[in-house]
């Protein structure tokens, strides 16, 4: 059962980038959703601000558009004028972050910040307008030490750049009201790790390298970069994908149990995580770029990388896939192997921690030796296997097969899981409350990127050329070597 929703404290939100992709994309979709699941009290207001000159109305339509394009607005308008009253809460003011015009408005509309209602700042804009807007926020009297803001990803190109941000947004706000949202975070089943993690008594025991033979992450996308390549191509998986998202599963896999389940404790545990990874042998990462499909291969994109990119000589990989080490007492000989890529033949985001076999078998060799294996599923179809061995039924002796024991979230909770909140929601809810649990600390962040560093400047150095892969399939035939030179295999892009 989905637990019963409890409304949010009154807000005013400011979207700076309202008219922006992400803003249409994700934010007033989630917004939409938690409006109509009555999280949001009625005085809440929600506030477009972004550079064309559009009114209120204008603004209004586009966001309408924005509900109606996602695949939301329909069914849950069924209650009737749900997107009306949404629609009701929404302002717009035409803003520039590096001009004057318009912030006295903004200051006008929001008034001097008061305790009994939340303020946030979402800055879905590119960093290099994260200052300009914080300055213009201190110079019109519109925060105090309660105001949040809201960042989006990168958080920097590299150690020194996010060192940078960091620096700039801590010259204007306390570390507790910065939010840094890497949407992973937010999904029903990462937290469900923890929940596995800790709420049980079964798994932790195990959970080392007594017990673990070796993880797998692997997020694996069939979109390739489309719409972003100018600032994909400058960005490449590791960047864009290795150092926050992966990174950040990484963490919660490795993490020890905090003392509690509070924002600063987590992200201590994660922190440290990130501080034992050992760098990475260039011989144990793979880096991939997309090209065109072979004849009948199933991809059926017609523009390789290069293509997408107008660079016939890009080197930014599209794939990556390494292998990790974290040096602790907990972790010492389990490799942790990572990876990631576009345009691959399904998309899929899983984790698989593969349990050692038995010490011994008592059914002999001819009965087979089967270890466990948890399978955690992000996308699609969330959902937790734990892969266990029993005998085959029937007669013929004692052999041993794997059977799942299976909980798909759309199963065991059933409709209700469609009316659980996606990450964006989940995330934005976090910011009102205040809870900064699933936010990065910058300081997670900057650690993030001493371990990524090196890894790219390997690449640069060496002139490293990533290994085409062809669209459609699962990526460079090398990152397979690598598993094999270890005796494994990669599981969990199922097509
Ligand atoms: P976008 O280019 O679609 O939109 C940018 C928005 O910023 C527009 O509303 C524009 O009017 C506004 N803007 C630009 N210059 C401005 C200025 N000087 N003053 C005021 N407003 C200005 O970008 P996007 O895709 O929505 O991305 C926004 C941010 O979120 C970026 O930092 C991006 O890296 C990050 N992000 C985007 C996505 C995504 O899926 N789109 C995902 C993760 C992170």
Not at 355 to 360: G, I, L, S, V
């Amino acid at each position: 059962m989905v637990s019963r929703v409890i409304p949010v404290q009154a807000f005013d939100l400011v979207i700076f980038g309202g008219t922006g992709d992400l803003a249409q994309r994700k934010i007033l979709p989630a917004l939409y959703r938690r409006h109509c699941a009555g999280q949001l009290p009625d005085t809440a207001r929600i506030i477009g601000a972004a550079r064309a000159e559009l009114s209120r109305r204008d603004y209004q339509s586009l966001v309408r558009a924005a509900l109606q394009a996602g695949d939301i607005s329909a069914g849950k308008d069924a209650a009737g004028g749900q997107v009306d009253s949404f629609l009701a809460r929404i302002n717009y003011l035409a803003i520039d972050a590096t001009e004057a015009e318009g912030w006295q408005t903004l200051a006008q509309t929001l008034g001097r910040p008061t305790a009994d209602r939340v303020r946030v700042f979402y800055f879905s804009v590119g960093p290099a307008l994260f200052a300009p807007l914080a300055e213009q926020i201190w110079a019109h009297d519109l925060a105090d030490d309660q105001t949040r803001i809201v960042v989006e990803k990168p958080f920097g190109h590299d150690l020194a750049s996010a060192k940078a941000l960091n620096r700039t947004l801590a010259s204007h706000f306390d570390e507790s009201q910065i939010y840094r949202i890497d949407h992973y975070l937010g999904k029903e089943t990462v937290q469900n790790l923890m929940a596995i993690r800790f709420g049980n008594m079964l798994f932790e025991p195990l959970w080392n390298s007594q017990y673990v033979d070796h993880i797998q992450v692997t997020v694996a996308e069939t979109v390739g970069v489309e719409g972003r390549a100018s600032y994909y191509d400058k960005s490449g998986a590791m960047r864009d994908m290795v150092q926050n998202h992966l990174m950040q599963l990484l963490c919660l896999i490795a993490m020890e149990p905090p003392a509690k389940f509070d924002p600063d404790a987590v992200r201590d545990e994660k922190l440290k995580v990130i501080r034992a990874l050992e760098p990475v042998e260039p011989h144990h990462i793979v880096r991939g770029q997309y090209a065109l499909a072979q004849e009948g291969a199933g991809g059926d994109e017609d523009q390789s990388y290069r293509e997408t990119v107008g660079d016939p000589r890009s080197s930014t990989e599209s794939y990556v896939a390494l292998k990790a080490h974290i040096s602790n007492w907990r972790w010492a000989g389990t490799p942790f192997y990572l990876r990631t890529g576009k345009r691959l033949v399904a998309r899929s985001s899983v984790i698989n921690v593969f349990f050692k076999d038995a010490p011994h078998s008592i059914f002999g060799a001819d009965a087979g030796r089967h270890a466990n294996l948890l399978t955690i599923r992000l996308q699609p179809d969330e959902g937790i296997t734990l892969k266990v061995t029993i005998k085959e039924p029937g007669p013929g002796g004692m052999r041993l097969i794997d059977v799942p024991l299976d909980m798909s979230f759309a199963q065991a909770l059933g409709a209700d899981i469609d009316d659980a909140p996606d990450a964006y929601e989940r995330l934005i809810t976090d910011v009102i409350r205040g809870n900064q649990t699933l936010f990065m600390r910058g300081d997670e962040v900057e650690a993030a990127w001493a371990w990524t560093d090196p890894i790219i400047a390997g690449w640069t150095s060496r002139g490293d050329v990533p290994k085409p892969y062809d669209s459609g399939s699962t990526g460079p035939g090398d990152a397979d070597l690598l598993m094999r030179r270890d005796q494994r295999d990669w599981q969990g892009i199922n097509p």
